[in-house]
């Protein structure tokens, strides 16, 4: 069976660039998003444009029931997933730690720690169901802010990926055995929509001075990283960390 690989939130930044780079690699690719059906159909028409084969899948990934829904569709339209990229992260409006809601902390946690856990469990059964769990594999997508904590801007988003870091950890020691991999990439700064949402669109901008190579990162920089770790190359790598942070 071919390899299916199923992407969270990948109609914008590093999910879609990811899309289109393993559409190149001969992977038949889930295009997951919540809402911009837009912005997911051209990544699906870029894919196709260049040879690929993907589909899309409207899923909202915090609702657990959607999420084994999402999966049964994937295997329905392009066949069961055989590896999965754990992208989806969110992050809300800069404040200190003193300004934080319970509801605000809940809703980062739910929508950053559950939905990595739910996808992989989901994953996992496909996994042995459907392939040779040795050629399967798992990337997480966490943060540089896991190691750098996100003071005054958002601490709530930065422990949720701490919680992916160890998540990698715990998950790839539980599935070492059946020789499917787990690994994560921690990105810094990388221009997408993702700035707006935490209240300062040219943050990438502003930071990329201080940063020890002087420049933000693209999103194809992440997916080429995504790619090897998911690829057979990268065979004997589990539990391992990529920083795509320009040297922070
Ligand atoms: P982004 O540009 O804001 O894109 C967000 C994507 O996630 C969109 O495709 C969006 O779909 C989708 N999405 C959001 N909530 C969803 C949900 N509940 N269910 C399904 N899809 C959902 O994000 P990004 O900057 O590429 O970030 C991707 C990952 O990289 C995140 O985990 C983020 O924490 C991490 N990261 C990013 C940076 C950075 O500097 N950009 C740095 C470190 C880590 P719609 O288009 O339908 O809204």
Not at 44 to 56: Q, S, V
Not at 76 to 104: C, D, F, I, P, Y
Request: proline fraction near 2%; charged fraction near 20%.
């Amino acid at each position: 069976m071919g390899k299916v690989v199923l992407i969270t939130g990948a109609s914008r930044g590093i999910g879609a660039a990811t899309a289109i780079k393993l559409a190149s690699c001969g992977y038949k690719v889930a295009i997951n998003f919540k809402n911009n059906t837009e912005a997911a159909s051209s990544v699906l028409e870029k894919i196709r444009r260049n040879g690929g084969n993907g589909a899309l899948f409207q899923a909202d990934i915090s609702d657990e029931k959607a999420v084994v829904e999402l999966f049964s569709m994937v295997e329905e339209k392009l066949g069961a997933v055989s590896h999965l990229v754990n992208n989806v992260g969110v992050l809300q409006t800069q404040m200190r730690v003193e300004q934080m809601s319970a509801e605000r902390i809940n809703a980062i946690l739910m929508q950053n720690v559950t939905p990595y856990f739910i996808c992989a469990r989901e994953a996992i059964k496909h996994f042995r169901t459907h392939h040779d769990t040795t050629r399967c594999a798992i990337v997480n997508v966490s943060s540089a802010a896991s190691r750098l904590g996100g003071a005054n801007e958002y601490v709530d988003y930065a422990a949720s990926k701490g919680a992916i870091d160890s998540f990698t950890t715990g998950l790839s020691l539980e599935l070492a055995g059946s020789g499917i991999r787990v690994n994560c990439v921690r990105p810094g700064c990388i221009y997408t929509d993702i700035h707006a949402d935490g209240g300062e669109p040219q943050r990438v901008e502003r930071l990329a001075s201080l940063l020890p190579m002087k420049r933000g990162g693209t999103c194809e920089e992440v997916a080429n990283a995504i790619a090897w770790l998911l690829s057979n190359e990268a065979s004997y790598v589990t539990g391992s960390f990529i920083d795509l942070a320009g040297g922070k």
